[in-house]
């Protein structure tokens, strides 16, 4: 997602022989992205890195499922509602897919008890409380309450949440990247971008370790299968790549300010096959002095729009809260409530926060998501 980086001990080219102190020979693990023709890392084990048997998968978060076809309609999901509970590799609840994404929320008590190893897509976790440590080969990176976490496709990784309440956003996407509207010919954030290179904290490189876990839960095609491996995954003495999970703070992103309103592309942070995910935190607002600074009633008629609200003041929504899901699907007209875009008119500044999505395909709920639905969300907008 970033530059190219290397950490610990490397060979001086790919696929040369690199050996140990007492000569014995360290094991090369490609990990590549597009077959071989994209973004790729390297890593070098102590061990042969693909000793594995087949074992039964004891952990996994569900597939989607679909509830019933319902109407379209503008619809609110209370996610704060949803038990808490389990290891993250199950306690990720999907409420909302689509052919291109899934997306979820969790609320862990426990860390992982085996590695995970998704293979159907990257994830991109959003920590509304709490925060904790990923550990994977290639290291570790913390992460805490405002982080955005990265977790690129088929890296196997394990979860350990720190003591106390948790709430994460868990989106399920393909091809997890940077906007190409914030990137220059060489691939490097413009100085004009919403946020800098050094606003991402990058996997940090461990010595070689065994947790004494043996067991990999590996995911493909929407269904579970279990492995049992011979050594400590966590062996690896040095990689070399531009393929490793980042976190990013929200709060880090720098909000755009126009003269009149502008729209949500202004707040794209990462981007997706068939989505855009946005921030939108404290900022300024229009500084016309007849602007209007509450969006503007539209039908986005190309994609469904998702909003988790975090905290702050939500000028255009009423009954809306922490852990507030707005579901407002393409081609239904949305926009403030009663009252909000007059009562805009003058404001100066705002300190809302939330994580917004655009997505091009139709999103469909799963049975969990109308455990928690606020039924009386689409007459609220006429009343």
Not at 227 to 255: C, H, K, M, N
Not at 321 to 349: D, I, K, W
Request: with cysteine; net charge neutral.
């Amino acid at each position: 997602m970033l530059e190219r980086m290397v950490q610990g001990e490397v060979p001086r080219k790919h696929h040369l022989a690199l050996r140990g102190a007492a000569g014995e020979l360290r094991h090369e693990e490609a990990w590549t992205r597009a077959g071989f023709d994209g973004p790729y890392t390297l890593a070098y084990h102590l061990g042969r890195p693909h000793l594995s048997r087949a074992d039964r998968a004891a952990h996994g978060w569900p597939a989607p499922a679909a509830a019933a076809p319902r109407p379209l309609a503008r619809r609110h999901y209370r996610t704060a509602g949803l038990p808490p509970g389990g290891a993250p590799v199950d306690a990720f609840r999907p409420l909302l897919w689509s052919e291109d994404l899934t997306l979820g929320t969790a609320a862990p008590t426990a860390p992982d008890p085996v590695y995970v190893r998704n293979g159907d897509g990257d994830e991109l976790l959003y920590a509304a409380e709490g925060g904790g440590l990923l550990l994977c080969p290639l290291g570790e990176l913390r992460f805490e309450r405002d982080d955005y976490l990265a977790i690129p496709k088929g890296l196997l990784h394990r979860l350990v949440p720190d003591p106390g309440p948790q709430r994460w956003l868990w989106l399920e996407l393909a091809d997890l990247r940077l906007p190409a509207q914030w990137l220059n010919a060489q691939g490097q954030l413009r100085m004009d971008a919403p946020y800098c290179h050094r606003d991402f904290r990058r996997v940090e490189w461990r010595p070689p370790r065994d947790e004494g876990i043996r067991r990999l839960v590996v995911k493909r095609g929407g269904a579970w299968s279990g492995f049992r491996l011979e050594g400590s995954p966590l062996d690896v003495v040095g990689w070399d790549g531009a393929v490793y999970p980042v976190a990013f703070r929200i709060t880090d992103f720098q909000p755009r300010v126009g003269l009149v309103h502008l729209p949500p592309t202004w707040h794209g942070t990462f981007a997706a096959r068939g989505a855009l995910v946005c921030s939108f935190v404290p900022r300024p607002l229009d500084f016309h002095p007849e602007a209007i600074p509450c969006p503007y009633p539209h039908a986005s008629v190309d994609v469904d729009e998702v909003i988790l609200y975090l905290r702050g003041h939500f000028t255009s929504r009423r009954g809306i809260g922490p852990g507030s899901l707005s579901h407002h699907p393409a081609g239904v007209l949305h926009g403030p409530h009663p009252g909000a875009y007059e009562g805009s008119v003058g404001q100066r500044a705002t300190d809302e926060l939330a994580v917004m999505l655009d997505c091009v395909r139709p999103l469909r709920p799963t049975p969990a998501a109308l455990e928690v639905e606020d039924l009386a969300y689409d007459e609220s907008f006429v009343g």
